[in-house]
């Protein structure tokens, strides 16, 4: 990864924390998201003993995955605090009351505050963008997984904020927009972090704005601010802003300029143990 993608893990903690009070108006894309995703459990048997919402933001999967996990402990881990605590908030007080709520944990994805084998499933919606690297954190993900458990994500792909990217082209020499990894590089760092059986699918989501200021005031609510090393410091020229305007009217349809999302999908299980007929363990050698 280019040095000027890099995130910077300090303002990005800081940008989700000024966002958290507004998070939930703003992130129809992110509700819709996880929407999409709930219904895909519906075709999973499995009944962990504890869960890990993996970039919880406000919970907005905590309610759904309660219902459908009644029975187990759910730890809603976000890397900004104040999201952690309308998570926690979220949650009925009498099921705090007698124990039965979120266990908010505020942390990095690439350096989970779990130990090892400690969930039987994670789950993740959108926050894999938002990591520097995501083997480390697929690793991290393997690492808190029990023999046989889940690890079910979303997060964009490369696709994502096309319009916007093609709009800043030339416009200036810093970095705008996030990079984002392609569907088939995931399934890759999936088998080699040893996830077993990935599956993976993606689709494409467009919301459409009267102006790309719109767009920008969007992004902004959500704390998706450019985090990028590579980003200006300072305010962005006029200049700037005009020729982005400009660029991105010509993306113009129907009225509405366009602004893509490329969903990926994915889930795959951190594989059982390999065992002998009377249950001893098999250890592979390798060649040296």
């Not at 399934?187 to 102006?211: K, W």
């Not at 305010?235 to 700037?240: I, K, L, P, V």
């Not at 020729?243 to 602004?259: C, F, I, K, T």
Request: with cysteine; proline share 6%.
């Amino acid at each position: 990864m280019s040095n000027d993608l890099a995130l910077d893990k300090r303002l990005l903690r800081q940008s989700f924390e000024k966002a958290a009070a507004g998070y939930d108006a703003a992130a129809v894309l992110q509700h819709e998201i996880c929407r999409r995703m709930l219904p895909r459990l519906d075709y999973i048997k499995h009944q962990p003993a504890a869960l890990l919402d993996a970039g919880s933001g406000t919970g907005n999967a905590v309610t759904a995955l309660r219902a459908r996990y009644p029975q187990a402990t759910l730890y809603a881990l976000d890397i900004a605090y104040a999201m952690v605590r309308r998570a926690r908030a979220g949650v009925p007080w009498w099921q705090r009351l007698r124990g039965r709520g979120v266990l908010p944990v505020c942390g990095d994805i690439e350096r989970l505050p779990l130990r090892a084998a400690a969930v039987g499933m994670v789950w993740s919606n959108l926050a894999l963008q938002w990591v520097n690297d995501p083997p480390r954190a697929f690793a991290e993900f393997r690492r808190v997984l029990t023999p046989g458990g889940l690890l079910m994500f979303s997060t964009f792909g490369p696709d994502t904020l096309q319009e916007l990217r093609a709009a800043y082209q030339g416009a200036d020499g810093y970095t705008h927009v996030n990079r984002f990894i392609d569907m088939h590089d995931l399934g890759d760092m999936l088998v080699h972090a040893g996830f077993a059986n990935p599956v993976m699918d993606m689709e494409y989501m467009t919301l459409t704005y009267p102006d790309v200021l719109a767009l920008m005031r969007d992004l902004k609510a959500i704390g998706a601010h450019n985090v990028t090393a590579g980003r200006r410091r300072g305010m962005t020229a006029r200049a700037t802003l005009a020729a982005v305007e400009r660029n991105y009217e010509a993306m113009r349809r129907d009225g509405r300029l366009p602004a893509t999302f490329e969903v990926i999908y994915g889930h795959a299980w951190a594989p059982q143990p390999r065992t002998t007929a009377d249950g001893k363990p098999v250890i592979p050698i390798r060649a040296g």
